[in-house]
């Protein structure tokens, strides 16, 4: 009965994974380019109530996880990444704004759930882990 939705799920991985790894880069590398950036985030961080490094872990999550996931390398991990850092955005940042509007969690929502899905399927076509990891179990 699903057979045919079955065979599209490595076809749908893959847009999923060059969606969020796509967006995930960008956001990442605006944290930290140009100069001044990653100090202006981490200080934004801080004034979240939450530890400078984890700024630094947020937007290197950001850059490096959303590179990762592009290549279809480690996308499990990297998707975990992901996943922890837009649930803290959205719990730290964008709740209290609701769900639509000016700074709403509805963006970060869309990146979490990309993140899970990834998690679930795994990194679908083309991706390095398949040439990587060749006859090993990724489970």
Do not use: N
């Given at each position: ?7 599209i799920?490595?076809f ?11 967006i995930?880069v ?20 801080q ?6 490094w984890?700024?630094y872990?947020a ?19 990297a998707?975990?990444?992901?996943a922890?850092d ?7 940042v ?18 979490f ?5 990834l ?12 040439y990587?990891?060749?006859g090993?179990?990724?489970?």
């Amino acid at each position: 009965m699903f057979s045919g939705v079955e065979r599209i799920r490595p076809f749908a991985a893959l847009v999923a994974r060059l969606v969020l790894g796509a967006i995930m880069v960008v956001h990442g590398s605006q944290k930290i380019f140009p100069r001044g950036a990653l100090y202006q985030f981490v200080q934004f961080v801080q004034h979240l109530g939450l530890p400078a490094w984890t700024g630094y872990l947020a937007a290197f999550t950001e850059l490096f996880g959303g590179g990762l996931i592009i290549l279809g390398l480690l996308v499990h991990l990297a998707a975990f990444g992901i996943a922890v850092d837009m649930a803290v955005a959205i719990i730290k940042v964008h709740l209290h704004h609701g769900l639509t509007g000016q700074s709403g969690y509805e963006f970060p929502l869309a990146c979490f759930a990309l993140a899970v899905v990834l998690m679930g399927t795994g990194p679908g076509l083309v991706a390095a882990d398949q040439y990587v990891f060749r006859g090993r179990s990724m489970r």
